[in-house]
């Protein structure tokens, strides 16, 4: 079949198909596979590249191997408090009820966390958590779970794509049965056909002109995927900004400084060595949440106390050089490298870059089900587990606990169904008509536009918020959305398609995080606003997003109880001990 300059040319059916080759993508893969269903996973990159090789500090779990108080309860009260008290706390509970077995089936299955010389794994602390939580690989621990992941696919023989951007998801009956991707270095377009589909795709932090994660990931696409088909979804304005990015050189803004730094002992000083953080936190200091040490550190800056180069000092120079190249190589290399330092003897610039979504699909973190017939959801494109901001720690734990739950609980349901249902062709045609009509020589340039939308979006919805810059920013939002791209017409390896393809999700998610972040009147974890600097318990609910034609709907959610077993651990007051920032 052929649509203009594209053609498709195969057609893939599978019982399963999933979309995104990261941690949560692959996680739900083995499961499946072991338990002899069909699977299919795909991936925009190539296989063991994908986003969770940047998750660097470490993956939380209860494990008390450094703190024995520690448990899942406090865990989840650590989780639940830091987000806000937003969070769905079935999901939280699954999340930290599970994490222990997850370390235990990573560490069996070949990754090489970093261990005591009692041979446990060791923990480090992470911000805001009560006690040492998270387990590492030096400072890769997102690459080494992913090689784990991507030998226990290869060991299975578990079919990968690889380079493929699906941009259309297909629904038979109302129900969602199958996907078209474009083969990016061919040109040539797959048709997927499959009983059930799983969105295990990312986040959206590309959105802002500042991220953490690379120019060609997480850009929103299961955010758009999901709203074309008519998904709901919830808390996109809670957006969080990682404290530490670097700022220079150019071309390395934004580039993630882990969370371990501070975990490791480092301190952040302004340009005058003022150590500021006991204005903001006095008790917790560097590793207090991660909303808290991102507006201190650009308060500081906003306000003339940053370096040079518009940021904040980090140092970890007091620690010796050789538990610096263990525990932190990576940052060592990255410095050394990119910003032609040495972090053993010099401080580094750092300031807030956009890290992850909190907001996302809205689900079933029981089953993984959205509001959509067919259509499951894993790991940061979803929204729940986070609420209003995001433990350090828990992005990991996050994507192997619910890849597993997810796939466990659809076992059941597979093995029920009937063959197939057959994929609508006159959907396929409309699917491919319109990326053909995105084809065109005439208008501006895709990554023009791109820029524009991210040095909007960090500019009017960014880490501090109001009502004016937010009205002025969906106004900029409207004349974007206008605006023509010039992709040229070339299909194969067609970098100004693929970027305006990014452009409609990215369009998308910002409409949805302005619309959100101007309803919620309030400030409440990473969602903060100078117009309504205080918490509400009149906002303590969940903003829903339904999409309608030519339209976003509002809605609210309200937040049930938390259990009494957790929420007595988030008022408990338990000793904090500074010294245990330094691991054995």
């Keep these: 079949m052929r649509i203009g300059h594209y053609s498709v040319s195969r057609l893939i059916k599978t019982d399963v198909l999933v979309i995104g080759s990261g941690g949560a993508g692959l996680r739900c893969a083995i499961e499946l596979f072991d338990k002899n ?4 996973v795909v991936g925009k990159c190539k296989k063991g590249d994908a986003h969770t090789i940047l998750a660097r500090g470490g993956i939380n779990a209860a494990l008390g191997n450094m703190d024995p108080e520690d448990s899942w309860q406090l865990h989840a009260a650590d989780t639940i408090k830091d987000g806000g008290e937003i969070n769905d706390h079935k999901a939280v509970e699954l999340l930290c009820k599970n994490a222990p077995k997850a370390i235990s089936e990573l560490a069996q299955w070949g990754t090489d966390f970093h261990k005591e010389k009692n041979g446990k794994i060791s923990q480090r602390f992470f911000g805001a958590a009560t006690f040492r939580r998270a387990c590492f690989v030096g400072d890769c621990t997102g690459k080494a779970i992913l090689e784990t992941l991507i030998k226990q696919t290869n060991k299975r023989n578990i079919k990968i794509e690889e380079e493929v951007y699906i941009f259309a998801l297909l629904k038979n009956k109302r129900k969602i049965n199958g996907a078209l991707g474009l083969e990016i270095n061919t040109g040539n377009i ?18 802002f002109n500042r991220s953490s994660s690379r120019f060609w990931e997480n850009n929103g696409d299961g955010i758009g995927l999901g709203f074309d088909v008519g998904a709901e979804f919830m808390d996109m304005e809670m957006f969080q900004f990682h404290p530490t990015g670097m700022v220079y050189p150019k071309e390395a803004l934004g580039t993630l400084v882990t969370e371990a730094v501070r975990g490791e002992g480092g301190i952040l000083t302004n340009k005058d060595g003022e150590r500021f953080m006991i204005k903001y936190d006095k008790k917790r200091m560097e590793l207090s949440a991660r909303d808290i040490v991102a507006r201190a550190n650009f308060i500081e800056i906003e306000e003339g106390r940053g370096t040079k180069h518009d940021g904040v000092w980090l140092d970890i120079t007091h620690r010796y050089k050789k538990d610096i190249l263990k525990k932190l190589p990576v940052m060592y290399n990255q410095f050394k490298k990119l910003g032609k330092i040495d972090i053993t003897k010099e401080k580094m610039e750092v300031a807030p870059t956009a890290h992850y979504s909190m907001g996302g699909l809205h689900i079933n973190h029981e089953n993984g089900k959205t509001s959509i017939p067919g259509l499951y959801a894993i790991g940061e494109v979803t929204s729940g587990v986070h609420g209003a901001n995001r433990l350090g720690g828990n992005s990991l734990a996050e994507i192997i606990v619910f890849g597993k739950l997810t796939a466990q609980s659809l076992i ?27 084809s065109s020589t005439e208008g501006k340039d895709p990554i023009y536009i791109k820029e524009e939308l991210q040095e909007m979006m960090w500019e009017h919805v960014g880490v501090i918020r109001d009502e004016k810059k937010m009205k002025k920013g969906i106004r900029l939002l409207e ?22 393809l990014n452009i409609k999700s990215m369009l998308i998610a910002s409409e949805m995080i302005l619309i959100s972040a ?41 937040i049930p109880l938390v259990p009494k077993t957790i929420s007595k651990l988030m008022n408990h007051k338990f000793e904090y001990n500074k010294k245990r920032h330094m691991l054995e």
């Design 518 to 558: 101007l309803n919620r009147k309030e400030s409440r974890g990473a969602h903060y606003r100078t117009d309504y600097p205080y918490k509400s318990s009149d906002w303590k609910k969940n903003i829903i997003c339904v999409p309608k034609r030519n339209a976003i709907e509002i809605k609210f959610k309200s």
């Design 412 to 438: 059941r349901e597979i093995k029920k169904m009937d063959n197939l249902v057959e994929l609508d062709k006159k959907l396929i045609n409309v699917k491919c008509t319109e990326l053909e009509n995105l």
């Design 479 to 500: 004349l974007l959305k206008k605006e023509k791209l010039n992709t040229g017409l070339e299909v194969k390896m067609n970098k100004n398609l693929i970027a305006a």
């Design 37 to 40: 269903i069909d699977v299919t």
């Design 190 to 207: 797959i048709a997927y056909n499959c009983k059930i589909l799983i969105l295990g795709t990312g986040g959206h932090s590309r959105v």
